[in-house]
């Protein structure tokens, strides 16, 4: 299976910006949907943002809704997660994920990469 790279992650302040991004080695028309996930210590993945690769339907948790913004960049092979108004509570490590089963725009297989840390300072 293909594994992402993730990156575009780092600390910042309540109220402050980040980019995340997620590569894969193969043209991501392959794939049905991709998918945001994080992890905070001690709590389960939770799914974050996903977006179909051929609509561009998109799909956010409550929480991230108006903040976050997913978006695919089908040339490059590139997914991104623009992160806005960053909330302490946003802080965990960010994983995506590409695959050709999808539900509710969310991968339902496929490999994870390494992550990217998030860290949002009050």
């Known amino acids: 299976q293909v594994q992402p790279v993730e990156s575009g992650g780092g600390s910042v302040q309540a109220g402050g910006s980040l980019r995340l991004s997620c590569r894969v080695s193969?043209?991501?028309?392959?794939?049905?949907?991709m998918g945001w996930f994080r992890q905070a210590p001690g709590k389960e993945r939770e799914k974050v943002a996903g977006i179909y690769v051929s609509t561009g339907n998109t799909f956010y948790t409550d929480s991230v809704k108006g903040r976050f913004i997913i978006s695919r960049d089908n040339a490059n092979g590139n997914v991104h997660l623009q992160m806005n108004s960053l909330k302490p509570e946003d802080t965990a490590m960010y994983y995506c994920r590409f695959a050709t089963a999808c539900s509710g725009g969310f991968p339902l297989s496929g490999s994870w990469g390494q992550g990217t840390q998030v860290t949002v300072s009050s």
């Open positions: 193969v043209y991501i028309g392959s794939f049905a949907c």
